[in-house]
């Protein structure tokens, strides 16, 4: 079975300030993907980035960065020079590949707060 | 490209009333499709998902169906509400899992 852990359910932290969001995982498949999304408060479910297995390059996208660790089954997300529009759930997720993979498991989220 | 739509935006709805929520996809035929529910302030439960038209699998039992009456049509429904279904509903679809979920803007549902 897979299993997503965001042992941080929430993470307050003054604008400007770097902020890690952890995500440990579980599965007994070979190939896998990893993803971050985003929930603002409107709702809506934004996807951040996705990851498969096999390539474990960190990556960078403006501020946001994702270092992917298949030794310690962790996929985490850091936010540099947080901005208050940063403030939202971020949810990681696990799928695994091929026939009777049909859903992606979630991680309880992580509510991450930006004070100005 | 490919949109999904989810309506209404919000609804309130008294115990025991009937509940219909349409998600539609544009742009891509046969894909898999979802029914997400998040209650206030905790994590995505899966509902339904269907990997073709007739297909529905439910993944907690509970006082919701769900229908695939067209190929990219997908309909949540409820006989009868409980308060206990008010919470935020998401629909997403996706062609293989791997590429993962686009979501719809969701429906906040509060039962009253």
């Known amino acids: 079975a897979q299993k997503v852990t965001q042992a941080q359910t929430e993470i307050s932290v003054v604008e400007k300030e770097d902020v890690t969001l952890d995500c440990v995982y579980e599965?007994?498949?070979?190939?896998?993907?990893l993803f971050w999304y985003k929930q603002p408060p409107s709702g809506e479910l934004v996807f951040l980035i996705r990851?498969?297995?096999?390539?474990?390059q960190n990556e960078i996208s403006g501020r946001y960065s994702w270092n992917f660790q298949k030794s310690t089954s962790s996929f985490n997300f850091t936010i540099t020079a947080s901005q208050v529009v940063d403030s939202a759930v971020y949810f990681c997720?696990?799928?695994?590949?091929?026939?009777?993979?049909?859903?992606?498991?979630f991680g309880k989220g992580t509510k991450l707060s930006v004070i100005p | 490209s490919q949109t999904i739509h989810q309506w209404p935006a919000t609804l309130v709805q008294p115990v025991g009333s009937p509940l219909s929520l349409e998600c539609t996809v544009e742009?891509?035929?046969?894909?898999?499709l979802y029914w997400y529910r998040q209650a206030a302030g905790r994590g995505l439960q899966l509902l339904f998902y269907?990997?073709?038209?007739?297909?529905i699998s439910s993944e907690v039992p509970q006082n919701l169906s769900a229908s695939r009456p067209q190929d990219r049509q997908f309909i949540l429904s409820s006989k009868k509400l409980l308060l206990s279904d008010s919470g935020f509903y998401l629909c997403?679809?996706?062609?293989?899992?791997?590429?993962?979920?686009?979501f719809g803007s969701g429906t906040r549902l509060t039962v009253v």
């Open positions: 997403a679809w996706n062609l293989r899992v791997n590429y993962g979920y686009t």
């Open positions: 599965t007994r498949d070979t190939t896998y993907y």
């Open positions: 990851r498969n297995s096999f390539d474990e």
């Open positions: 997720a696990l799928s695994g590949y091929g026939a009777g993979s049909y859903q992606l498991t």
């Open positions: 742009g891509t035929s046969n894909p898999n």
């Open positions: 269907s990997v073709g038209i007739g297909q």
